[in-house]
C-alpha cells in the first residue's frame, strides 16, 4: 500500500514561513491536498490538488508537489495557524491515504 | 448551504456493530459528489474508511474492508456507515465528508461524532 509521512512537528516564529512536508514514492506524480485541523474541530481543506487555494483561503498558503516531497508554505505565519496539517493523496488504485499529520507551532 | 452532518450512538458494546448515518443538504450523492467516512482515534490521526457515489460504486479502505460497509440511500438524502466486530481500536470520532470523485479532495466535512467502545 502507498504511504506518506510527514513530520510530526513543525516549530517557527510569529511573521516567519513555515514548511510543511509530505514524502512518499515519486509522489510528484499524484495530486496532493492537504487540511488544516484545530483541536476540537473537523478539518478544514487549505489546498487543493497541489497548489490550489480552496475559496476563503488565505494567499499565504500556498502549495508545491514534485519528486518525492509535497510541500504545504505558510507565509507570515500567524497565531491563526496553528493547528495540525494532513496531507491526502490518492494511492491511483483503491484508496485515499493520509498523512499522520504534522502539529505546526507558532512561537 | 451545503453541509453534513453524522448521527448514531455514542457506544457501542465490543463486538457489535457500529452504525452511524450522514445527512446531508444542499449537494448530491451520486450527481455529481461521492460521500465519504473517515475516522480519527483519540490523539491520533486521520484514516480514510470507505467512499461511495451509488451502492454499486464504492471503495473500501482494504485494512478494513473485511468489516466495513457503506451504502446510500434511495433519495440519496443521506449515506450510512456499518463497521462489524468493534474493539476499543475502533474508538473513534468518525467524520463524515464530501469529495467531487475519488482521488480529488474532501472539500465538505461534518463535525465529527465520537464513538466509544466498550463494555
Known amino acids: 500500500s502507498y504511504e506518506v509521512t510527514q513530520p510530526v512537528s513543525v516549530s517557527v516564529a510569529l511573521g516567519q514561513t513555515a514548511r510543511i512536508t509530505c514524502g512518499g514514492n515519486n509522489i510528484g506524480e499524484k495530486l496532493v491536498h492537504w487540511h488544516q485541523q484545530k483541536p476540537g474541530e473537523a478539518p478544514v481543506l487549505v489546498m487543493s490538488r497541489d497548489n490550489n487555494r480552496p475559496s476563503g483561503i488565505p494567499a499565504r498558503f500556498s502549495g508545491s508537489n514534485s519528486g518525492n516531497t509535497a510541500t504545504l508554505t505558510i507565509s507570515s505565519v500567524q497565531v491563526g495557524d496553528e493547528a495540525d496539517y494532513y496531507c491526502q493523496v490518492w494511492d491511483g488504485s483503491v484508496a485515499e491515504v493520509f498523512g499522520g499529520g504534522t502539529k505546526l507551532t507558532v512561537l | 448551504q451545503a453541509q453534513l452532518q453524522e448521527s448514531g450512538p455514542g457506544l457501542v458494546k465490543p463486538l457489535e456493530t457500529l452504525s452511524l448515518t450522514c445527512s446531508f443538504s444542499?449537494?448530491?450523492?451520486?450527481?455529481?459528489?461521492?460521500g465519504a467516512w473517515i475516522r480519527q482515534p483519540p490523539g491520533k490521526g486521520l484514516e480514510w474508511i470507505a467512499s461511495v457515489y451509488s451502492n454499486e460504486n464504492i471503495y473500501y479502505n482494504p485494512a478494513l474492508r473485511s468489516r466495513v460497509s457503506i451504502s446510500v440511500d434511495a433519495s440519496r438524502s443521506h449515506f450510512s456507515l456499518s463497521l462489524g466486530s468493534v474493539t476499543a481500536a475502533d474508538t473513534a470520532v468518525y467524520f463524515c465528508?464530501?469529495?467531487?470523485?475519488?482521488?480529488?479532495?474532501?472539500?465538505?466535512w461534518g463535525r465529527g461524532t465520537l464513538v466509544t467502545v466498550s463494555s
Open positions: 444542499g449537494f448530491s450523492i451520486g450527481r455529481p459528489y461521492f
Open positions: 465528508a464530501r469529495q467531487v470523485i475519488v482521488g480529488d479532495p474532501f472539500d465538505l
